[in-house]
């Protein structure tokens, strides 16, 4: 069973960047991706980029497009997201996730198995 564990979260003023960072232990053969979502109070949770496991292509979502860039670590199983410019539309709780991903639909969290407790980011204007 993978087990995934998020840091890094904390409060910035709009214009800040902050680092999560997400430690992995357990990777299971079916694992191929890794992404990070977010849910603020009262709305879905929304994908915010994604990475396969192997070959490293990422997927992002379009809050997260040209701000925010995903990355891993193998050698020492640990998932990244750098945000820079942050907005207070992107305060929210941050989630680790791992799981099979298909082809398509790389951001649905249908495709997650393995879900962190979550890291809070809080943008303030």
């Known amino acids: 069973q993978v087990r995934l564990a998020e840091s890094g979260g904390g409060s910035v003023q709009a214009g800040g960047s902050l680092r999560l960072s997400c430690v992995v232990s357990g990777y299971t053969k079916s694992t191929n991706c890794m992404a990070w979502f977010r849910q603020a109070p009262g709305k879905e949770r929304e994908g915010v980029a994604m990475i396969r496991t192997i070959g490293g292509s990422t997927w992002y979502g379009d809050s997260a497009k040209g701000r925010f860039t995903i990355a891993q670590d193998n050698s020492k199983n640990r998932l990244y997201l750098q945000m820079n410019n942050l907005r207070p539309e992107d305060t929210a709780m941050y989630y680790c996730?791992?799981?099979?991903?298909?082809?398509?639909?790389?951001?649905?969290?249908?495709?997650?198995?393995?879900w962190g407790q979550g890291t809070q980011v809080t943008v303030s204007s």
């Open positions: 996730a791992a799981g099979t991903c298909g082809d398509y639909d790389l951001l649905r969290p249908n495709q997650y198995n393995s």
